[in-house]
């Protein structure tokens, strides 16, 4: 694994011009825009592109700012930009700290990986090869240079590090490129499966969302009617959304993304709810309910396209549409939807309708209308095998950062087991597994990253994995 950034230029890589800032509920903030690499490890490209990051520190802090540490602060996706400067957790950080919330590459008001810029490569291999410069390597790359650049000054050019969800493989990444860069590291629901095949971490996946499927309907036992009727009427209708993409069963079911998250399961039982009106004597689908699904639909295509590559450590390894080929075989009883298998059991509250998780499919790039462009480009980068490496297990085992994690017991998109098992591979790091939070435990309360915080600091006695 290359550890080299691109060479620091004179000056930094900050863009020049005025720093746009302001002050809002008891906040500075400060806007940077960074000219950084495509490629870091390609000295021949000269593209650029642009990678924003916000500061924010407690107005009553703002004359200490120059003294106090950083916290750079890894958002979940992939493909997801920073979070808002007044989030819960961001207030309370920003009272010791000099956060720095960060639109990771192709997010945000960073250069954004859209449609319409993706539209402006002639071949489906060119956007083939812009996608692959958009993982953890150069997200990490990107973050040493603006280290680098904001760092200059300081007395301690280490700054600590904070990831929620696939944040934390990108502080895994970091760990394991430039850990003498790090003077500490809290990661919350995010532990990459370092020692896990992509099959393995898709299978968890899977029998997750059907744990939580049974959970909801327990919940909510009159949607089990509810989503059947929802099923077989998609199934046999051809439903358009106001996005142009098409609203199948198969769409429908991946609204069990949301379980894992605090409030998710409370969504989609409002939604069941209001699915249909009548009209004339028929039962329509409600515009309220088709609205909702399509805004499903705005997916980020870093989020879409690149998710299983973040599960692809080194060359030899290819996705395929790992998800996709796993639901066709072994899940194909439990998860695909017909009429047929379901019409004699309709009134059956043992049969199930299960939902599907955080699963990128290959037939979502007929089914999203926002995605159908990129089709090609996509089926290019799950063959591809030639991915560089994200983590170095030697390096991890040998770690002298203080590192934290928040490990949630019932994780419906990290795996626990996974996340242990590859904890056991990182030297020092402190474990706290709960089942008081959900995925999203740092957004429902800064109590977690406060947790964290004491447990490096030796205030909380927590046991080394």
Known sequence: MSNSTAPTKEGGYLRPGPIESFVSKGLKTYDYYFDLPLKHTDASCKDTIVVFARKVVAVDKQADSAKMPWLIFFQGGPGFQGPAYNTGWVKMAASTYNVLLLDQRGTGLSTPMTVQLL???KTAQEQADYFMQFRADSIVRDSELIRE???????DKKWSLLGQSYGGFCITTYLSMFPDSVSAAYITGGIPPVFDTLDDVYRKCYKSVMEHTERYYKRFPMDIKRVKKIMRYLASHEVKLPTGGLLTPRKFQQLGMR??????????HSLCLQAFVSFRGQEILSSQFLDEMASQEQIPP???ILHESIYCDGPGVASNWTASRLLKGEFSNALEY??????ALDEDDDKLVYFTGEHMYDWMLDDYASLEPLKECADILAKHTQWP????PEVLAQNKVPVAAAVFYDDMYVARECSEKTAKGIKGIQLWVTNEYMHSGLRDSE???TKLFKMVSGEIDVPVA
């Open 119 to 121: 539209s402006q490569f």
């Open 302 to 304: 870093i989020y879409a």
């Open 338 to 343: 017909s009429v047929k298998a379901f019409e």
């Open 389 to 392: 490496k994200l983590y170095n």
């Open 447 to 449: 109590g977690v990253l």
């Open 149 to 155: 650049t904001l760092l200059a000054d300081c007395a």
């Open 259 to 268: 379980f894992g998250l605090s409030g998710g399961m409370d969504y989609v």
